[in-house]
């Protein structure tokens, strides 16, 4: 029994002290790739430290049940727990009862989460064939349609495609092949390097594999929505995603050219990179998602402070890494030697 709340007690403590921590570590996007990092590992650990409790809780329940009953008796009262109380039947229907529920809850939600990302995966795959169907491919008739230094663009866009939408968004579809989706209303705001820009930075969405990273952590909050480390988690990924996709477009492109690019998406009006030199009046008119990442590339960390936060994110990644470790390594003796006693 011991073992198992000991395990327990650190996937809570994880579950509801690492979030304030991560989040300050995590808030400006500095170090977004050791961020995630981070902020999986806590989940991971937390989620491995929940079921290795229940496994060692299961586990002695099956080899010796009415002395785990005693057990649990005496780590209750003490000394005043005789065997009148343990081996009395309603001891042991209770205690049979709260193993029962602990198994059931444990089986409800991981049945939940299967049939969450299950349903993830169907939209997904629903979405990116109507995407093939209904979309054009732009280094076909799109660049055919179009002449100058923007059809030279888009012959090197690859598995890009285009729907019509007066709105601009582009977004990567995952699969088999994967494709990137632009709207028409994103190819009017865009200039060539802009749109090269935008499709490097989906591109490092589908090879970083983020829309599994989102997926994992989503489904998770809709499980766990009173945990801190899953709600607060899923939204701190999609976020640390999206910057270190924007990272992987700077050095495609410049910070000027990805700035422009998300300016001009958030605003639904071209914006040359020239004009940057006086980017409030588009930031202001920017959504808070995007003009968070344009905050971030227009006030970069210098060397100093980028160190200082790796530092700092790679000590906590590493501590919850050796912490699981070595209370795995610790609760595993304990619970083989209580076994051996029952």
Aim: charged letters at 15%; glycine letters at 8%.
């Amino acid at each position: 029994m011991r073992p198992a709340l000991l395990v327990f007690g650190y996937a809570l403590a994880v579950a509801w002290l690492a979030p304030p921590l991560l989040a300050r570590l995590t808030a400006r996007g500095i170090s977004a790739r050791l961020g995630l990092a981070a902020w999986l590992t806590a989940m991971a650990s937390a989620v491995a430290s929940a079921i290795a409790a229940l496994q060692f809780l299961i586990q002695a329940a099956i080899t010796g049940w009415p002395n785990l009953a005693e057990a649990v008796c005496r780590s209750v009262t003490g000394s005043a727990c005789a065997p009148t109380v343990y081996k009395s039947a309603a001891f042991e229907v209770g205690l049979a009862a709260a193993a029962l529920l602990g198994t059931l809850t444990a089986a409800v939600l991981s049945w939940r989460y299967g049939r969450s990302v299950q349903r993830a995966r169907r939209r997904t795959r629903a979405h990116a064939e109507l995407a093939r169907i209904a979309g054009r491919s732009l280094p076909g008739e799109v660049s055919g349609a179009m002449s100058g230094p923007l059809s030279g663009a888009l012959s090197g866009a690859g598995s890009a495609m285009v729907l019509d939408a007066e709105q601009p968004v582009a977004y990567c579809v995952p699969g088999r092949p994967a494709a990137i989706v632009l709207s028409s209303g994103a190819l009017a705001v865009l200039d060539p390097a802009q749109l090269t820009a935008v499709l490097a930075h989906e591109r490092a969405h589908l090879a970083g594999r983020h829309h599994l990273l989102t997926g994992l952590t989503r489904a998770l909050s809709a499980c766990f929505p009173a945990v801190p480390l899953f709600t607060r988690g899923a939204e701190e990924v999609a976020r640390l995603a999206e910057m270190r996709a924007d990272d992987a477009a700077v050095r495609r492109s410049g910070r000027p050219t990805l700035i422009a690019a998300l300016l001009a998406m958030g605003t639904g009006t071209a914006v040359p990179a020239a004009a940057l030199g006086m980017p409030a009046a588009a930031l202001g008119a920017a959504t808070c998602a995007v003009a968070s990442r344009v905050q971030r590339l227009l006030d970069p960390p210098d060397r100093g402070l980028l160190v200082r936060y790796g530092l700092a994110l790679a000590g906590v990644t590493l501590l919850l890494v050796l912490a699981s470790v070595i209370l795995a390594g610790y609760a595993a003796p304990l619970a083989t030697h209580a076994l051996a006693l029952l």
